[in-house]
């Protein structure tokens, strides 16, 4: 009896490391985009993605860019310092959402547009996206909120 509950351990704990080791090879097969929460107006200029794409972009609401429309449709364009996007968004935005804040999009990049299908803007008046933060200050765009610009 004391050698099947032995055998039986040993065939869970071996299932388990099949689990795990399968889990873990699928991981490492999938492309690097798929970790990134969000792609900078730098990187969707000199790499535009398919059509087709799903996915999120960030960065600073430019100054004067925004634009309103009929109904709730609205006209920007999204800018890390190194390039400029501009974003359609049919939808109400969210109370933070002004020029020269940080803002998160989802869409899809189509004829050299953003089309966005939600719109995420910032917490408080400190508050920015970490990766936001880290693209602006690889451009050296980066304004601290005492007004001093960072530098990397």
């Not at 090879?25 to 969707?44: C, N, R």
């Not at 794409?53 to 009929?70: K, P, Y």
């Amino acid at each position: 009896m004391k050698g099947l509950k032995k055998k039986r351990r040993v065939q869970v704990m071996a299932l388990s490391g099949v689990c795990v080791a399968a889990v873990l090879g699928l991981l490492a097969l999938l492309p690097d985009e798929s970790f990134q929460f969000f792609h900078s107006p730098s990187e969707v200029a000199s790499d535009p993605p398919r059509e087709t794409e799903l996915f999120r972009i960030g960065g600073l609401v430019a100054d004067g860019s925004i634009e309103r429309g009929t109904g709730t449709e609205v006209r920007f364009s999204v800018t890390d310092g190194g390039a400029t996007i501009p974003v359609t968004y049919t939808g109400i935005l969210p109370d933070l959402f002004t020029e020269g804040q940080g803002m998160v999009g989802q869409g899809r990049y189509v004829n050299g547009t953003f089309e966005a299908v939600e719109i995420l803007a910032k917490h408080d008046e400190t508050y920015m996206p970490k990766e936001v933060l880290d693209a602006l200050k690889d451009q050296g765009v980066y304004v601290a909120p005492d007004d001093e610009v960072a530098t990397n």
